[in-house]
């Protein structure tokens, strides 16, 4: 089965550090998605792509964080500087048409301490 | 403001009994709606899609509805099963194409 594919897995960082997370969405998926879960606020929309050109980042807090696709077989997500509020797991998520819905990587969790 | 409202508490049924989990919302119009299934440590996974002019969706166990006027879909689960234990979320699919999700809601099903 095809798969969207996020690294790293784990992250833990030291407040004010840089924080790199990928994904690779599955081949020939033209959208693709970034949120963020915790416990309180469940999934957030932080940024989201069609064929590779932002479509709406408003949910990103913009002075810290940016997203990027830059090309269709990567998507990344910085951080900068990070803060120990940061720490949540981050999905990304890839498709095709709607009717055929989303599909999520395993996410990236991330700890700022 | 806009909201979107899934039950809050987790739901316990006993096996072979039909679960039905709610979803509303307030100030979105939505082309479709969606329904996910998520698993401790997992990314959700797509279950089901209905489009705003659909009243209803069934796959296998499961059907959704959707009534544009009252903001709100319902899911249901029929004959459940242990292994339907999970987080469902409801992801409102909007004009344009971003996708917001609600809580979700806790399902137990007990043998």
């Known amino acids: 089965d095809a798969r969207v594919t996020q690294t790293p897995r784990h992250k833990v960082t030291e407040m004010g550090q840089e924080v790199t997370m990928r994904c690779q969405p599955i081949?020939?998926?033209?959208?693709v998605f970034w949120y963020r879960q915790t416990m309180m606020q469940g999934l957030e929309l932080l940024a989201y792509?069609?064929?590779?050109?932002?479509?709406?980042d408003s949910g990103m807090p913009k002075d810290r964080f940016s997203a990027e696709m830059p090309d269709a077989t990567l998507a990344t997500l910085k951080i900068q500087p990070s803060e120990p509020r940061d720490s949540a797991v981050y999905f990304c998520?890839?498709?095709?048409?709607?009717?055929?819905?989303?599909?999520f990587g395993s996410g990236t969790r991330l700890t700022v301490v | 403001s806009q909201k979107i409202e899934q039950n809050s508490e987790a739901l316990n049924i006993q096996e072979g009994k039909t679960a039905t989990l709610t979803c509303n919302y307030t100030?979105?119009?939505?082309?479709?709606l969606q329904w996910y299934r998520q698993d401790p440590g997992r990314g959700p996974v797509f279950l089901l899609l209905?489009?705003?002019?659909?009243k209803e969706k069934r796959k296998e166990r499961l059907k959704v509805t959707f009534d544009t006027t009252l903001k709100q879909s319902l899911f249901h689960i029929t004959a459940s099963q242990p292994a339907d234990s999970a987080t469902y979320l409801c992801?409102?699919?909007?004009?344009?194409?971003?996708?917001?999700f609600g809580q979700g809601t806790e399902l137990s099903v007990k043998p």
């Open positions: 998520a890839s498709g095709l048409s709607r009717e055929g819905g989303y599909t």
């Open positions: 792509f069609r064929n590779r050109a932002p479509l709406d």
């Open positions: 992801a409102l699919d909007l004009r344009g194409g971003k996708l917001i």
């Open positions: 081949l020939g998926h033209n959208t």
């Open positions: 100030n979105y119009s939505p082309a479709y």
């Open positions: 209905i489009r705003e002019n659909e």
